[in-house]
Each structure stands twice: as C-alpha cells, then as structure tokens.
C-alpha cells in the first residue's frame, strides 16, 4: 500500500526516515520509501561516501540542518510521523498484516489568547505557518508560528466593523496557495482579504425583490459555508446560503455576479434553506446540507438538478451544520443538531452508521478527517453551564469513540482544524481562546518552534520613557472662552459669509421674505392687498362694533333663550378699593424705610 492509497501526496509520509545505505535493504522488504532506479553514477558515488552520514533524527529539525542534510542525503523523503512506532521485529510484516494507527497529538495543551469574545472560526494556510481567527466581537486576528514566542500573541488583527453593520464571523477559509482568504460572517456579502488581511474585494450581492433565484447576481441572505476549489489554480468557489442556493463563483468576475447557481429543494419541490456545502477531492461533487435535514449533490457537469439525495423525514428540523467527503470520496459526514452520520454514496439512500448524543449548538460547528482518514474529529457543545464540552475523535472503520479531549464546565468548541503537516490541532471555542494540541516528538514546526522560545522581557533600555506633559499657565480650556472664535467669526463678514445683497426685511408674504416679479404682479392686479404687514390683533379689533350692532354668526342662534346677563358690579367695586388700599399701605411703608436710611 502507497502512501496515494492514504489521500496524500509523498511529501506527508509513514515510516521513519532512513539513510541509504539501508536503502536497498527496503527495497527487498517492500517498504513505502522507494528510491528512484535513474539515478546518475555521480549521485550513486556521493551516496557511497555520505554512507557513514548520521540518519535523520525524526525528532524536529531545524530548517538549515534539515536542508544540508536533505542536499547530502537526495534520495531520503520528508516525513510527518503519524504512526506509532513500530519495533524492528514488526517491519518485517507486510503493511497490509499490520495494523498501523494514526496517532492524536493530544499531549501537549495551549491556549492561545486575544479575544474578547467567542472565538467561531479558524483557518490554517497550506504550509502551516501563519493561523488567522474570527470572533464574535467582529476581529480577525494573524498569528505567525515563526515570530511567536512562549506567550502566543497575535501580531496583528482586524476589527470587522463597517458603515453596514458589524456581524459575527462563522467561516474562514484560506485558498490552496495560502496567499489570500474569504471571510464569511452573518451579512450578505463575503469579503475577499489578501494573506496580510488586506481587502481585495466583495462578493456581489443579489437582488432581493426577485423572486426567481437563478435571476439575481448573488445571495440575498446570509452565507452558510464556503470553500475553495480542491485544484491548484483557485479559480472558483462554492458556497452556500439561507436563500435556498448554492452558488459557484468564478474569482475573475467574483464582484459582479457568479458562474453558476444550484437550488435546493425539499420533498415538495419547495424551496429549502441551505445551512453548509463542500467540494469532493475531485471537485467534481458539489454537496450541500440543508436546514430539512436533507442531504443533496450535484455533479459539476450537471447543476440543473441533485443527482442524490438524502432525506432524514418529511418533518425533520434537524440542520446540517457541516458536509464533508473522505480523502477517496467514496464516504460522505454530516453533523446536524444531535448526531453525527456518515454516508457510503454507493448506498446512499441510508447512512451506513450514525453516532448519536453529540449536542451541537451553533450554526457553523464542523467535522473533519484525520490527515490520514482514520479518525472523524467534532465538536460537541455543553447543553449547560454544569456540562463540558468536548472534541471526540470516532474511528469510523470500527465504529467507536476512541478518544475524547473535554473542556472546562460551561465551555464549547465550535470549529477544529487538524493540520497535516504539522501534525497539531487547533480548536476555536466560547472560552475566547484557541486551544492548540501538538506532541512534542511527533508534530514539526508551529506550536512547536513558538513554545521552544522563552518569553523575551524587555531590557530596561528597550523601554520606552513616558515623556510628561508639559501645561502652560491658562492652556487648559477651561481658561479659555470657548465662544470667543465663534464669535470673532460672526463679527467677520468674511468668516461668516455674509451675502453681498442680503434678503429684503419684513415679515413677508405666504412663507416668503423676497418681493419675486410674480408678488409684483398679483399686487398690482388687486388680489393681494397691500396690508400684509398690518398687525393681526388691530386687524380683528376694527371689526368689534359691528359684530356687536349685527351679529351674524352665534349671538342670533341665542336671541330668544339667552337669559340676561346680570354682574356683580359691588364686589368688582370693593375689590378695586383693597388693591388701591394695598398699594398705599405699601407706598407709606417704603417712604418711612427711606426716611430711616
């Protein structure tokens, strides 16, 4: 068996490294590392005098030793140990007698710390050398193994928040060549950043008063899942949406509209809501888990309809949250809300096996393959503050959980990631940390390097000297007029833009202060009577003595039933007689006051 039958290239290897003189020994054994029959007769005697080289230690090396000793040694693959150690008296047996075991690199664990809030998505680059994290506190962060030290500190972030509002991030996904990645929160539109976290662009956004999904240029709802293409070019782009659609983008032309459109349905043929999506290995399958607990696929070649489908009940509620295929394709596993089930697309009609009592709740909690596809990695979430959550590691081939990584009393994880290269994992949970796992002997670079470098604290000339402040005599504003300005502002004619022919004063006329052609000429006709500028009051006041003599409107409805009206003139009287008695009271007792004085 080939290190191809794994779903890996050569660069990710099995077995401990050997030097070449025990080469030809391998060859006879059948081993995985095959040495090249074409090499040169010059290669053949450097080899016969570095046969008494030292072997490469398969503990971790550093990059210049590891070079001069691949430059030495041509001939010996890299390798990354996912295995256990094998004694000498076992690599006799064939690899198809022996059973070999991935291994978990769960010895070592770290915390990563920076946010504020729930960390909610994680991604790595291909090489393994720099891990970018969102959260709910709209940031991104950028951590570099190679410049981290002990402390794990991010070395830069980015606050999420923008004139359209702020959302929570749920994926993040870096492309296959690690030079740029796509940000997916709860908004319409993903973002498109450069590997620094430099905006290069949007995804185009659809029209929501269309009805028709195939119509519109992009989603309307907010994004679910996203994924790049599995080949090298980065060309295109999946991803998936509340609006019933999968959509597959072409990165030339991402900002005005996509390349295809795929639309869910449920049993009705009636629009359901897409909740993940994922490519194959090929990328020539395009699957999406839809919030009817259905599970559909396409073929690249044929979009207009699903060419399977899987559907949980007619009923069912049950959303998948994350889809993802085997290395060789020919498995597929869906996490919804409670379980965890994996399919056999040759059989597809029912899942081969589901594991049950896995609480999920978030929106974007994913499962992945091991490196080497032994495993299925998932997160399960606590149901309550007196629960802990966990990472469970399945062995899907036999059917069991063979290990589990719990977390404190209250905490989730939400998204794991298990790079291949150097071999660690990385979990993103409510705790506002990445929880790092690595083994010091079989993981290479990363956390590694960063926990190899003690935390470097300043020397005392390195510190910066706070400089004091310096206040003047009535600097402070409180010394100051702050109007003062403003009003040698109002003074300036220039300042304040006073116009060279200013508006003519008056009250006006029907809102208006300016004497327009129009007002000239209904004035001159007699409509409007030149006494706009009469007083209201005297206006009415001229009119009083001959509404007393004729009355018109409410006296005349009162003539014959309106009693007489009969006033009390005495007490009007002795009230004017005590005010004038107070006021001389009040005269008398202010002149004997002055007198005093």
């Known amino acids: 068996m080939s290190m191809r039958d794994f779903g890996l290239p050569m660069s990710f290897g ?50 210049g030793l590891r070079k001069k000793q691949q430059e030495q040694q041509p001939a010996i693959i890299t390798t990354v140990r996912h295995f256990e150690d094998v004694s000498d008296d076992e690599e006799e047996i064939t690899t198809e ?55 794990l500190q991010s070395f830069r972030s980015i606050d999420e928040i923008s004139d359209d509002g702020s ?9 296959n060549s690690g030079d740029k990645f796509i ?64 959509r597959i983008w072409d990165m030339e032309y991402f900002e005005t509209k996509q390349k295809t459109v795929l639309k869910a349905r449920n049993s009705k043929g009636m629009k359901t809501r897409v909740s993940s999506c994922c490519y194959n290995t090929n990328g020539n399958l395009i699957c999406g888990g839809c919030m009817d607990g259905s599970i559909q696929i396409w073929k690249e070649s044929n979009t207009s309809k ?55 709740l978030f929106e974007n909690t994913n499962c992945i393959f091991s490196p080497l596809g032994d495993y299925i990695i998932t997160p399960v979430s606590s149901r309550d503050e007196e629960d802990n959550g966990s990472v469970v590691f399945i062995d899907w081939k036999e059917n069991k959980i063979v290990n589990t990584l719990p977390f404190e009393k209250g905490i989730s994880p939400i998204q794991v990631r298990w790079h291949p290269i150097l071999n660690q994992l990385f979990i993103a949970g409510t705790d506002n940390h990445i929880t790092g796992c690595y083994d010091p ?31 003047a005599p009535y600097a402070p504003p409180m010394y100051k007029d702050a109007n003062a300005k403003k009003t040698k502002k109002r003074k300036d004619p220039r300042e304040s833009h006073v116009p060279t022919n200013p508006p003519p004063k008056g009250p006006g006329f029907g809102g208006r202060v300016t004497d327009s052609f129009t007002h000239f000429l209904v004035k001159g006709m007699g409509i409007i009577k030149g006494n706009e500028k009469e007083n209201a009051r005297d206006a009415i006041l001229r009119h009083a003595e001959e509404a007393e003599k004729n009355p018109k409107f409410i006296s005349p409805a009162y003539q014959k039933t309106q009693p007489t009206p ?32």
């Open 14 to 63: 099995g077995g401990p490294r050997r030097n070449n003189s025990s080469s030809s020994n391998d060859k006879k054994k059948g081993s995985n590392n095959k040495i090249s029959s074409a090499l040169n007769e010059s290669s053949k005697k450097e080899s016969e005098k570095n046969s008494n080289t030292p072997t490469l230690n398969d503990n971790v090396l550093s990059v």
């Open 97 to 151: 007698e022996s059973s070999t075991k991935e291994l978990i690199p769960i010895t070592k664990v770290v915390k990563m710390k920076g946010h504020s809030k729930s960390v909610t998505a994680i991604s790595i680059d291909p090489s393994g050398s720099r891990l970018i994290s969102g959260s709910s506190d709209y940031a991104i962060k950028f951590w570099d193994f190679q410049g981290m030290d002990e402390s």
């Open 167 to 175: 959302y929570s991030i749920n994926h993040l996904v870096f492309s």
């Open 183 to 246: 940000l997916a929160d709860n908004s319409i539109q993903a973002i498109l950043y450069d590997r620094d976290g430099y905006e290069q662009g949007k995804f185009k956004k659809g029209d929501r008063y269309i009805v028709d999904m195939g119509k519109t240029s992009g989603h309307i709802s907010s994004w679910t899942g996203v994924q790049w293409h599995p080949d090298q070019n980065n060309r295109f782009v999946v991803s998936s949406s509340l609006d019933s659609t999968v």
């Open 306 to 360: 699903a060419e399977l489908v899987y559907r949980d009940g007619d009923n069912c509620t049950n959303a998948y949250t994350c889809v993802v295929f085997s290395n060789d394709d020919n498995y597929l596993v869906g996490r919804d809300d409670n379980t965890l089930k994996i399919f056999d697309l040759r059989q597809f009609k029912k899942p081969l096996n589901v594991f049950e009592d896995l609480p999920n």
């Open 441 to 471: 002997e079989k993981s290479i670079r990363g956390l590694v390097t960063s926990m190899s470098r003690p935390f470097r604290r300043k020397n005392i000339d390195q510190i910066d000297m706070i400089q004091p402040q310096i206040i």
């Open 566 to 597: 009969i006033f009390d003139y005495e007490g009007l009287d002795k009230e004017i007689e005590e005010e004038e008695e107070k006021q001389e009271s009040s005269e008398r007792f202010d002149t004997k006051k002055r007198k005093k004085q």
